[in-house]
C-alpha cells in the first residue's frame, strides 16, 4: 500500500481528501495574534468573511516537521510501507524543509529497508500540487509502483501549468510572494496581473484589463499549451467568488476542446492569506515549455520521457 500525504497548501477538497485517504500537514495562521492550524481550527469561507474587517495582515508559518511525522505515522498505522509526500514550492515554503527534517525523525523509528518514504519539491503553489497529488492518487488506485509515481511527480513537477489571477496585488507584495518589479508594474499600470510559477516562485506573466480578459487570457493559454494526453482534469481554484470560477469553467468547456473532468475547488486559509480576495486560478498539465526558455536539449530530453510515460500515464489509463 502507498500513502500519500501534503501540507495544507495544497487546496485540495475534503471530498477529494476523504476519496483517497490523503493525509495534510497544516500550515499555521496568524490572525490578529491568535494563531490557528489552516483547516482544522479556521475553514475558507470564515476567513474570507473576516478578512475584510482585519486589521493586521494575516502571516502563516510552515507546518511542524512533527506534524509531518505524524501522518507519516498514519500511514504505518494504516499498513503502508511506501509514503509519498508532495509539498508546496520549497521557493514559496518552508513545507518541504519541514517534509525533509520530519523524514530524519521518520528513519530514527523506521527502518529504511522495510520503508520507503520520498518527498517531492513540487515548485508549485496551491492546486498545483493538489494537481500532482490528486493524479499520483488516481494512478495510485489503479495499480502504479511507489517507484513510477516518484517518477511521475519528479519527470512531470516543472510542467504543473499555473495561472493565477487577483483584485489586488497588496497581499502578495506585502507576503513577499511577488517580486518588487512585477508588483511595481501591475500596481502602476492599474492591471489584473495573471501569475504563473517559474523557477519555484511566483511571477507576472500577463496583464489584461477587466474580469472578462482575464478569463480570455486562460482559456486561450490553455488551448495552445495543454498537453492532451496527460491533461485527464483541470483544477479551477477560488478565493472569495465561486461565480467566477464557475464562469471560466463554463468558458473553458464551450470555448476548447477539452471533454475531461473539470474540478472548482476553494483555495485554503493558506494560499489565500496570500492572494486575498476575488483570486481565480487554472491549473493542467502543459505540453512543452520552449516558450518558457527550456533549452532544446532539455526539451528533446523532456518529450522523449513523455513518449515513454504515456503509456502508461495517459488519458486513457487514468480515469
Known amino acids: 500500500m502507498?500513502?500519500?500525504?501534503?501540507?495544507?497548501?495544497?487546496?485540495?477538497?475534503?471530498?477529494?481528501?476523504?476519496?483517497?485517504?490523503?493525509?495534510?500537514?497544516?500550515?499555521?495562521?496568524?490572525?490578529?495574534?491568535?494563531?490557528?492550524?489552516?483547516?482544522i481550527d479556521i475553514q475558507p469561507d470564515e476567513f474570507y468573511h473576516m478578512m475584510m474587517d482585519l486589521e493586521k495582515n494575516p502571516t502563516t508559518a510552515m507546518p511542524s516537521p512533527v506534524e509531518f511525522l505524524r501522518c507519516m505515522e498514519e500511514g504505518i498505522a494504516e499498513g503502508c510501507k511506501e509514503i509519498l509526500c508532495i509539498c508546496m514550492s520549497s521557493g514559496t515554503s518552508g513545507s518541504y524543509q519541514s517534509a525533509m527534517l520530519a523524514k530524519e525523525m521518520f528513519y530514527e523509528q523506521y527502518d529504511p529497508s522495510e520503508y520507503k518514504l520520498h518527498i517531492v519539491d513540487s515548485l508549485c503553489m496551491s492546486h498545483g500540487s493538489g494537481y500532482l497529488i490528486l493524479k499520483s492518487a488516481q494512478l495510485r488506485d489503479i495499480g502504479y509502483s511507489f517507484e513510477e509515481l516518484v517518477l511521475f511527480n519528479e519527470t512531470f513537477k516543472k510542467h504543473v501549468k499555473?495561472?493565477?489571477?487577483?483584485?489586488?496585488?497588496?497581499?502578495?507584495?506585502?507576503?513577499?510572494?511577488?517580486?518588487?518589479?512585477?508588483?511595481?508594474?501591475?500596481?502602476?499600470?492599474?492591471?489584473?496581473?495573471?501569475?504563473?510559477?517559474?523557477?519555484?516562485k511566483g511571477a507576472i506573466v500577463a496583464k489584461e484589463r477587466g474580469r472578462r480578459h482575464v478569463l480570455e487570457h486562460y482559456v486561450r493559454e490553455f488551448i495552445k499549451r495543454v498537453d492532451d494526453e496527460l491533461t485527464t482534469f483541470v483544477i479551477i481554484g477560488y478565493t472569495s467568488d465561486l461565480a467566477y470560477a464557475e464562469n471560466l469553467k463554463l468558458k473553458l468547456l464551450q470555448d476548447s476542446h477539452f471533454n475531461g473532468e473539470v474540478y472548482i475547488m476553494q483555495m485554503g486559509v493558506s494560499v489565500g492569506t496570500h492572494v486575498g480576495l476575488g483570486g481565480v486560478s487554472m491549473f493542467f498539465i502543459e505540453k512543452d515549455r520552449h516558450h518558457d526558455g527550456l533549452l532544446a536539449n532539455e526539451l528533446n530530453n523532456f518529450m522523449a520521457k513523455r513518449d515513454e510515460f504515456l503509456e502508461k500515464f495517459g488519458k486513457r489509463k487514468s480515469k
Open 162 to 200: 499555473h495561472y493565477l489571477s487577483v483584485d489586488d496585488l497588496d497581499n502578495l507584495i506585502r507576503s513577499g510572494r511577488l517580486s518588487n518589479t512585477s508588483a511595481f508594474i501591475g500596481k502602476i499600470l492599474k492591471l489584473k496581473p495573471i501569475m504563473t510559477m517559474k523557477d519555484g
Open 2 to 39: 502507498i500513502k500519500i500525504i501534503a501540507d495544507s497548501t495544497c487546496d485540495l477538497s475534503d471530498e477529494v481528501l476523504a476519496r483517497y485517504n490523503i493525509s495534510i500537514a497544516p500550515l499555521i495562521i496568524q490572525i490578529n495574534d491568535k494563531e490557528y492550524k489552516d483547516r
